[in-house]
């Protein structure tokens, strides 16, 4: 079974530019989430999707940072403009069930420095 | 609100020692945890859930709602499981918080 793709894998922009990234779950699997990973820290959740709809987007900066999953499968995350505080790696995951029992697996995650 | 916290950043032990990786958490509803490992150069993935109660790679861990606590053990360590640990709780809508991690390293 081919597993959550991601890209691109590493990005290196400067500050006030603009970056994307892709995001292709499994096969099957309703529920899609995109977490943000600082150095030295745990994931932190930025959105999850159900299908093509918005579960949670409590946590996303939504004044530089969009997010969308047209169709229920793939998802781009979006950063404009972009700040030093935002270089991090941004891990993808998606899940079968979506609820308490659904394992998460994980891309790779696309690594983002803003200098 | 719902958070996990691993007060370990790194913890060394040696080969054929016990290990205990601990977490705590803070949930209002019903949780579910679970502990993810990342070991180096591949993905996060799932190492165990609270709900399967089984043994993986000789790995345990035990709900204890009263101390809020899911404390990731293993009685012999070995070096290959060096490696990070993420512990998860994942509330009644499915949202998965994640702990800060800790890195164990395993020497010979």
């Known amino acids: 079974e081919a597993g959550v793709a991601q890209s691109p894998r590493y990005k290196i922009i400067e500050k006030r530019q603009s970056v994307a990234f892709w995001c292709n779950p499994i096969?099957?699997?309703?529920?899609l989430y995109w977490y943000q990973q600082i150095l030295g820290q745990g994931p932190k959740l930025l959105i999850q999707?159900?299908?093509?709809?918005?579960?949670?987007d409590s946590q996303l900066p939504k004044d530089r940072f969009s997010a969308e999953r047209l169709k229920g499968v793939d998802s781009t995350l979006k950063i404009q403009p972009a700040k030093l505080e935002d270089s991090a790696v941004y891990l993808c995951?998606?899940?079968?069930?979506?609820?308490?029992?659904?394992?998460?697996?994980f891309g790779e995650g696309s690594r983002l420095t803003v200098l | 609100a719902q958070r996990v916290t691993q007060p370990e950043k790194l913890l060394s032990v040696f080969k054929g020692a016990p290990v205990e990786l601990k977490c705590n958490y803070s949930?209002?509803?019903?949780?579910?945890l679970f502990w993810y490992v990342q070991y180096s150069r591949q993905r996060l993935q799932l190492l165990l859930r609270?709900?399967s109660r089984e043994s993986i790679k000789g790995f345990t861990a035990d709900l204890n709602k009263g101390e809020t606590s899911f404390h990731l053990k293993k009685p012999f360590a070995q070096e290959e499981d060096s490696a990070m640990y993420y512990c998860?709780?994942?509330?009644?809508?499915?949202?998965?918080?994640f702990g800060d991690g800790t890195t164990l390293t395993v020497k010979p």
């Open positions: 995951a998606s899940s079968l069930a979506g609820g308490q029992t659904g394992e998460l697996f």
């Open positions: 096969s099957g699997h309703a529920t």
């Open positions: 999707f159900q299908n093509n709809g918005v579960v949670d």
């Open positions: 949930y209002s509803g019903s949780p579910e």
């Open positions: 609270h709900i």
């Open positions: 998860a709780l994942a509330s009644n809508a499915g949202k998965s918080t």
